[in-house]
């Protein structure tokens, strides 16, 4: 598909640069994909009233790493922002994205007190960086911050406030995170609180836990002009066998799997094409086009133009691309907040 179906305008009014507090007080706009006339103006904690005993949601429990970094360089004093990637290949190393001035091997960058990078080798020609670390194992939890999006952090910046605050720490995290491993957040999960999780069991919603971590890719915008030629970025996820059976077999049992957010859906489409559980890694595009295989509904946050994201979305709906953009210029009329920190949409079946 072309990329330019997936753009859209979008007032820099409503990036949101904060949460809604509490967490499942954020609007919901609720939506069917086969009926254009369903279209309510909800909330989070309304979820229980959109679904039904049978019905299985489906969350990512990965947790964020603090991953953004900030320090200086050794021999200029120049400033240096970068992001952590993962573990390099040789212990006591890291793959990082780095932005400063000047690059060379050998080039010592301090990032908190007692923390030292020291360039090793470029590895991509987008600025990917092996470094190696001293400071010890637990660097990025004494020195990292929370991996915000750019957008985030430029829409506060043009607001006249901190980029950074103590409370993201706590914020951009889901309540249910777990295993360490992801570079961003899955952001449709932060609106759970363990109360709303609580109710939805209570109610006889089932919940699957998987796992997918979070990689660079998610901040690589589309800049070819046709979505399948956009490089994908593979990303590490898992499913235990009992929660991939239980998937299976929703729909014979009058249930519906609906993911919370692109990446468990990512995921359990990515096994159902695997054909079993275990540990994967998918590089799996989904646009208009793609023959579900576990997926009925899907809740999920409003996202950047011109992304994979947004053409996931537009696979739900028959009327494509084109149903996406009505849908989020009600939002937008309706003053809804948009991507990491934003509000929420439900699509059902």
């Given amino acids: ?86 573990p390099g290949a040789e ?6 994205l780095l932005k400063m001035r000047r690059h060379r091997p050998g080039i010592r960058i301090e990032i908190g007190q007692g923390v030292l990078l020291t360039l090793v080798r470029k590895e991509t020609d987008d600025g990917v960086w092996l470094v190696s670390v001293e400071g010890g ?32 720490v706590g914020q951009y995290q889901t309540v249910y995170a777990d295993e360490p491993g992801s570079v961003a957040a899955p952001t449709a999960g932060l609106h759970f609180t363990p109360e709303l999780l609580r109710s939805l069991s209570d109610m006889g919603v089932w919940r699957a836990d998987v796992t997918l971590h979070v990689g660079r890719g998610t901040f690589q915008p589309v800049e070819v002009d046709v979505l399948e030629e956009h490089p994908m970025h593979s990303e590490w996820c898992r499913i235990d066998p009992a929660t991939f059976e239980r998937l299976v077999s929703v729909r014979s049992e009058g249930g519906r799997v609906i993911p919370v957010g692109s990446t468990s859906c990512r995921t359990i489409e990515a096994f159902a094409e695997f054909g079993r559980a275990g540990e994967i890694e998918t590089d799996i595009l989904i646009s208009p086009g793609y023959q579900w295989r576990l997926t009925d509904g899907l809740m999920t946050n409003f996202h950047l133009p011109r992304s994979t994201l947004i053409a996931m979305v537009s696979a739900l709906f028959p009327g494509g691309a084109e149903r996406v953009r009505e849908i989020y210029a009600h939002a937008i009329e309706q003053k809804y907040r948009f991507f990491s920190f934003g509000d929420a949409m439900l699509i059902l079946p």
């Fill in 137 to 168: 194992g637990d660097a990025l939890e004494r020195v990292g911050l929370p991996p915000l999006p750019p957008y985030i952090l430029s829409a506060r910046r043009h607001a006249g406030e901190s980029e950074d605050r103590p409370e993201d």
């Fill in 1 to 86: 598909m072309r990329t330019d179906e997936l753009d859209f305008e979008l007032p820099e009014s409503l990036i949101a640069r904060s949460p809604a507090q509490p967490r499942d007080s954020a609007r919901l706009l609720v939506v069917s994909r086969s009926d254009d006339s369903v279209r309510e103006d909800a909330h989070v904690r309304d979820l229980p009233r959109f679904l039904r005993v049978g019905d299985t949601m489906v969350f990512n429990t990965t947790r964020v790493v603090q991953a953004r970094f900030a320090g200086r360089n050794l021999d200029t004093g120049g400033k240096v922002t970068g992001l952590y990637l993962e």
């Fill in 91 to 96: 212990h006591g190393t890291w793959r990082v």
